[in-house]
């Protein structure tokens, strides 16, 4: 038996990978792993449908295979429209009608952070802090107290301001603190985000905000040092975040 039919014979058992590897061996191989056959069988075995039509549905069943056959690694983004420079975080956070907290924060400062107090913060909520998911913080100064129990009745609203535009977009609407974790010291509220109309199929996006708050012998108290947001549920970089606030609802 020839080599060109002895390779003809067993290319067929060969998966995709196999397959393209041969095509790297030889102009003969290459020529050979190249005839469309074996790659239409290659995709019937994935996609019988597409292959009950007489022609392929791309230029060839190669690049069918070639383009679809696995996941695309997650693409480099471009650089952001919008710097943590252009922007400031207004935050407010009642308790029912007293006002515990309202500050304008840059956003290079949200950006930045803060460095974690040497003492009084339990182990739990430094690993959180030293986490590699991207979270913005801030210090809380001076500090406000909230008495256990009341969470509940302490609400937050964030607005962000562009200075580049003079435009503002909302984050969170008045969304109350009903978790606290115990375990890590935070209490925490979300809101859906408002994504601009030009990106219609952007939805349930939640924008978190947590009070970080110390050890205290009184558990009756939480004694609040700062103040962490983030949108993990879809942007874990500085990048992602960036793009996510590009794309609120901006008026």
Known sequence: MASEEVLKAVFPF??????????????QWKDIAKDDFFWKCLCAKRWPSICKKPNPPTLTYYKLYKTFYKRLHRRTLLPPRISFDDLEFFIDIWAENILLFSEVVPGSVLQVGFKIPASGVCDMLKFQLEGSEYKMTFPVEPRFTIPSGQNQNVS??????????????????KSMFDYIDR????????????I????????GIRAWISLLFMEDRHEDVMDVFGIQMDFCDVANSKEEVLWLLDMLDWK
């Open 14 to 27: 060969l998966d995709g990978v196999d397959l393209a590897s041969c095509m790297g061996v030889c102009k």
């Open 196 to 203: 601009s109309p030009s990106y219609p199929f952007l939805s």
């Open 183 to 194: 375990s890590s010291y935070r209490a925490l509220a979300f809101d859906y985000l408002d």
């Open 156 to 173: 937050v609203s964030v607005m962000v301001g562009r200075k580049d535009s003079n435009k503002v977009a909302r984050i969170i609407n």
